[in-house]
T-cell receptor, first 112, second 111 residues
Framework: DAGITQSPRHKVTETGTPVTLRCHQT?????MYWYRQDPGHGLRLIHY???????DKGEVSDGYSVSRSKTEDFLLTLESATSSQTSVYFC???????????FGDGTRLSIL | SQQGEEDPQALSIQEGENATMNCSYK?????LQWYRQNSGRGLVHLIL?????REKHSGRLRVTLDTSKKSSSLLITASRAADTASYFC???????????FGPGTRLSVLP
């Protein structure tokens, strides 16, 4: 299995608080992604990174920011969490070329 | 808007039967991938088919791709209870390294 870990695995927090989710990889892959998964929507891309300090927005980026200061770490931040951001968040990594994505086991985030 | 759409949304079959899931997409692609997700886990890659390929096999899995119809199918033969999961197709943009996932097909294989 690809070396990818997400932390925390579960988090409950209150509306208006900042939240940071971490994705860590040991594969030295160039591409890293953050998705959210909600019933009926499949996975939707929030942000992605194509290198250190190189990031771009996905389909549902509003309310989220990311940072990648090292190849192995990709952080997702909710500056001021809202109840609509309650979801399961998945990180994925990918190598160059026609390679599949490898996913972490997700972070279940509940915002009350 | 979603690139891939799986059909059916849910499928229930008996162990030993074959399961077929379909995926339709809207724009040109470099490749199409199928993933499986067990409850409470991340997605696991099953198979990748490139736009210049028409069929691909991996064990009990058979994937077809029809770029003229912008559709793909995943066939699981001789299904097992362990195949119970959600299955997703993902398509890439013709230019990039991003992927768009459909809402998935939920497969239940009854013993």
């Amino acid at each position: 299995d690809a070396g990818i870990t997400q932390s925390p695995r579960h988090k409950v927090t209150e509306t208006g608080t900042p939240v940071t989710l971490r994705c860590h990889q040991t594969e030295n892959h160039r591409y890293m992604y953050w998705y959210r998964q909600d019933p009926g929507h499949g996975l939707r891309l929030i942000h992605y990174s194509y290198g250190v300090k190189d990031t771009d927005k996905g389909e549902v980026s509003d309310g989220y920011s990311v940072s990648r200061s090292k190849t192995e770490d990709f952080l997702l931040t909710l500056e001021s969490a809202t109840s609509s951001q309650t979801s399961v968040y998945f990180c994925a990594i990918k190598g160059d070329g026609d390679q599949p994505q490898h996913f972490g086991d997700g972070t279940r985030l509940s915002i009350l | 808007s979603q690139q891939g759409e799986e059909d059916p949304q849910a499928l229930s079959i008996q162990e030993g039967e074959n399961a077929t899931m379909n995926c339709s997409y809207k724009t040109s692609i470099n490749n199409l991938q199928w993933y499986r997700q067990n409850s409470g886990r991340g997605l696991v890659h099953l198979i990748l088919i490139r736009s210049n390929e028409r069929e691909k096999h991996s064990g009990r899995l058979r994937v077809t791709l029809d770029t003229s119809k912008k559709s793909s199918s995943l066939l699981i033969t001789a299904s097992r209870a362990a195949d119970t999961a959600s299955y997703f197709c993902a398509t890439d943009a013709a230019w990039g390294q991003n992927f768009v996932f459909g809402p998935g097909t939920r497969l239940s294989v009854l013993p």
